[in-house]
T-cell receptor
Framework: GENVEQHPSTLSVQEGDSAVIKCTYS??????FPWYKQELGKRPQLIID?????GEKKDQRIAVTLNKTAKHFSLHITETQPEDSAVYFC???????????FGKGTHLIIQP | GAVVSQHPSRVICKSGTSVKIECRSL??????MFWYRQFPKQSLMLMAT?????????EQGVEKDKFLINHASLTLSTLTVTSAHPEDSSFYIC????????????FGPGTRLTVL
């Protein structure tokens, strides 16, 4: 089955700086890669996703890049703000009726 | 749009009892819903895929007789934890995918199960 590795497990950055979280996946059949933000005790919220036919996608301060050959994808958050502090999860699936395989998560801490 | 509700939000029960959790898509139809489990400070683990009108598909290591799933309509899936034990205590979260939409999975708010 699919295996998703995520790094780092904890990331502390100064407010205003950029944050990058990286994930790798094992199954070349995976073609859908969402990123979720989860605050303590709350549901995961989709922040951005990308499909394998696209190399990069951007939404305001958030961007995701995908290298299908190397089987890795990354989340980039620019101009970080205190409200960006949360746990971020990457995931992979084949889309459709296939469930998500999640990475272990990154605890992002924005230092004021 | 794309709201998923889950009930109850929190349940405390005695060991040996069964607990039913409901997952509803409020403003879209979901042929497929998913059930995940999340232990404290850990990631989400897929337990099973719930398919409307057919049997659920369980992930390896998940006991289908212990975690009963029913997906009787396009907006409702239920997970019943049978004969719950303390090791079943966890955060159970469902997600649903819009049948007529892209691959996006929308998550419910989760159910915190504590088995005494």
């Amino acid at each position: 089955g699919e295996n998703v590795e995520q790094h780092p497990s904890t990331l502390s950055v100064q407010e205003g700086d950029s944050a990058v979280i990286k994930c790798t996946y094992s199954d070349s059949a995976s073609n859908y890669f969402p990123w979720y933000k989860q605050e303590l005790g709350k549901r995961p919220q989709l922040i951005i996703d990308i499909r394998s036919n696209v190399g990069e996608k951007k939404d305001q301060r958030i961007a995701v890049t995908l290298n299908k050959t190397a089987k890795h994808f990354s989340l980039h958050i620019t101009e970080t703000q205190p409200e960006d502090s949360a746990v971020y999860f990457c995931a992979a699936s084949m889309g459709g009726a296939d469930g998500l395989t999640f990475g272990k998560g990154t605890h992002l801490i924005i230092q004021p | 749009g794309a709201v998923v509700s889950q009930h109850p939000s929190r349940v405390i029960c005695k060991s040996g009892t069964s607990v039913k959790i409901e997952c509803r898509s409020l403003d879209f139809q979901a042929t497929t819903m998913f059930w995940y489990r999340q232990f404290p400070k850990q990631s989400l683990m897929l337990m099973a895929t719930s398919n409307e009108g057919s049997k659920a598909t369980y992930e390896q290591g998940v006991e289908k007789d212990k975690f009963l799933i029913n997906h009787a309509s396009l907006t409702l899936s239920t997970l019943t934890v049978t004969s719950a034990h303390p090791e079943d205590s966890s955060f159970y979260i469902c997600s649903a995918r819009d049948s007529g939409g892209p691959d996006t999975q929308y998550f419910g708010p989760g159910t915190r199960l504590t088995v005494l």
